[in-house]
T-cell receptor, first 114, second 109 residues
Framework: IAGITQAPTSQILAAGRRMTLRCTQD?????MYWYRQDLGLGLRLIHY???????GKGEVPDGYSVSRANTDDFPLTLASAVPSQTSVYFC?????????????FGPGTRLTVL | GQNIDQPTEMTATEGAIVQINCTYQ??????LFWYQQHAGEAPTFLSY??LDGLEEKGRFSSFLSRSKGYSYLLLKELQMKDSASYLC??????????WGAGTKLIIKP
């Protein structure tokens, strides 16, 4: 693994189903983030984690949950998917000790909820 | 509320120069970022400004005026591969990034 990986690449999901998007990084970054990106809107923060064992809510957390059991993994779960959660989901990580807090992004998961 | 404004779309000619503007109103300021995003791909980091002035990095430069809540990204010697969306983002007082909707840059030969 080099950088950040996300799985699956894309998914079509029936409304009401549970879904977990996976995110793994091998850069030993302490901070990780989940964003959604919708046409015409900027990236919107769903949840974040400043360090393993802690998580926080972003701008649009409703309907989503996260966990951070270790440094490398930061899964995002949709407990009961709804069509408004159709979006492209990006996971990102950053090293807050770097000074710039540059975020590195995974390739994204394209999710369609029908 | 917090707000980042940038033009939706711009068109420029290969070999020319283009300036993409970004204005912001945020609760606190801990730096401004520019990212490039090609269609269907992830954003990638271009530049970071925390102090007023111009930061130059090859063909790309980024300018910041904190008093005016204003930044621009300057792209010189445009190449076809520069066709992408350019995202402006500000780190607020909670050290979270607030993102603009992005400027789609179309390069014509």
């Amino acid at each position: 693994i080099a950088g950040i990986t996300q799985a699956p690449t894309s998914q079509i999901l029936a409304a009401g189903r549970r879904m977990t998007l996976r995110c793994t990084q091998d850069m030993r970054h302490n901070a990780m983030y989940w964003y959604r990106q919708d046409l015409g809107l900027g990236l919107r923060l769903i949840h974040y984690s400043n360090t393993a064992g802690t998580t926080g809510k972003g701008e649009v957390p409703d309907g989503y949950s996260v966990s951070r059991a270790n440094t490398d993994d930061f899964p995002l779960t949709l407990a009961s998917a709804v069509p408004s959660q159709t979006s492209v989901y990006f996971c990102a990580s950053s090293d807050s000790s770097s000074g710039t807090d540059e975020q590195f992004f995974g390739p994204g998961t394209r999710l369609t909820v029908l | 509320g917090q707000n980042i404004d940038q033009p939706t779309e711009m068109t420029a000619t290969e070999g020319a120069i283009v300036q993409i503007n970004c204005t912001y109103q945020t609760s606190g300021f801990n730096g401004l970022f520019w990212y490039q995003q090609h269609a269907g791909e992830a954003p990638t980091f271009l530049s970071y400004n925390v102090l007023d002035g111009l930061e130059e990095k090859g063909r790309f430069s980024s300018f910041l005026s904190r008093s005016k809540g204003y930044s621009y990204l300057l792209l010189k010697e445009l190449q076809m591969k520069d066709s992408a969306s350019y995202l402006c983002a500000v780190m607020d007082s909670n050290y979270q990034l607030i993102w603009g909707a992005g400027t789609k840059l179309i390069i014509k030969p």
